[in-house]
């Protein structure tokens, strides 16, 4: 019971806290803060109020301002898996940035950090799912000619979702987010990520005036997305595509304006050597 009251103190928690996350800085080799916790011993509910992980160079990699879950045991004291609730992130912030002349960004970085921890486990954690509100994704890359995109105003629902290693999966239920004025209203897809290949399974996404399902996989080898037009190989596979062209318009003005087209195709190749096999096509004017 005294145990329980002092655990309770919010002074004591953080100090635990920043033993945690020391420890786990320390195993390795990467930089997490946390500015304040607030846990209960009874039932492992725990939150966390403005999470930074932090880059070599001390720019952001990800940013939350509020992270709730429930910790289903304690064997990440000992080195063991991380098993949690539903883990829900506020005001998210994901920055992949790459260096000038590098073929790695530091995200990949930090994850190749915890996929190498020296000792008897390699991390691994999984969740009973991810709910994400007002986030925000910034991609930056000085080595390629469209150097920044930035997505905006993105919430993310996910059933069930496990990092284990180098390899992450999970199921979107719900994704939407805009980029350049472009609000994607949903996507959904089964996700797999591995240092060679991700894969959007049973994919459907929709804007104002678009609409597509299918199947999409990328294939590239380590650095390969520094030259991501002639180094990743995509395979998209769909049968029911409509494309508002004002949409597409909207990022390089190339077709006329009141126009949608209906279509189903396979896509492979790199985006400078892409193959085409279109299975129908049918364009309207709706001007």
């Keep these: ?34 500015d304040r916790v607030k846990t209960s011993f009874l039932n492992f509910n725990i939150s966390l109020t403005d999470v930074l992980i932090e880059d070599p160079v001390q720019d952001t990699i990800i940013y939350a301002s509020k ?18 609730s539903k883990v829900q992130f506020e005001d998210f912030k994901l920055e992949i940035n790459t260096p000038k002349d590098s073929s790695y960004n530091y995200l990949d970085q930090f994850v190749q950090k915890l996929s190498e921890k020296q000792g008897k ?41 496990i990092v284990d290693q180098k390899e992450l999966k999970t199921s979107i239920e719900h994704l939407s987010f805009y980029l350049n004025d472009i609000q994607l209203k949903k996507a959904s897809f089964d996700f797999f990520y591995s ?65 949608t087209a209906e279509l189903a195709l396979n896509i492979d190749g790199t985006l400078n050597d892409l193959n085409a096999d279109v299975q129908y096509f049918n364009l309207s004017n709706t001007g």
Excluded: C
């Excluded at 920043?18 to 930089?31: D, K, P």
């Excluded at 992270?67 to 949690?84: C, D, R, T, V």
């Design 195 to 259: 240092p060679k290949q991700m894969r959007f399974d049973q994919l459907k996404l929709q804007t104002e005036g678009s609409f597509l399902s299918g199947v999409l996989a990328m294939d590239y080898e380590p650095g390969a997305f520094r030259d991501f037009y002639n180094s990743v190989t995509l395979h998209l596979k769909s049968e029911d595509v409509l494309l508002d062209i004002d949409e597409i318009n909207h990022f390089k003005k190339v077709f006329g304006t009141g126009l």
């Design 67 to 84: 992270i709730k879950s429930k910790l289903y045991n304690l064997k990440i004291i000992a080195g063991g898996p991380l098993n949690l």
């Design 1 to 34: 019971m005294v145990l329980t009251a002092v655990g309770s103190i919010g002074s004591v928690q953080t100090t635990l806290a920043g033993w945690l996350v020391n420890s786990i800085n320390e195993n390795y080799g990467v930089s997490i803060n946390i």
């Design 121 to 161: 486990s390699n991390f691994y954690m999984s969740s009973d799912g991810i709910e994400l509100s007002n986030g925000q994704l910034k991609i930056h890359n000085p080595n390629v000619q469209n150097s920044l995109v930035f997505f905006d105003s993105i919430q993310i629902k996910t059933d069930r979702f």
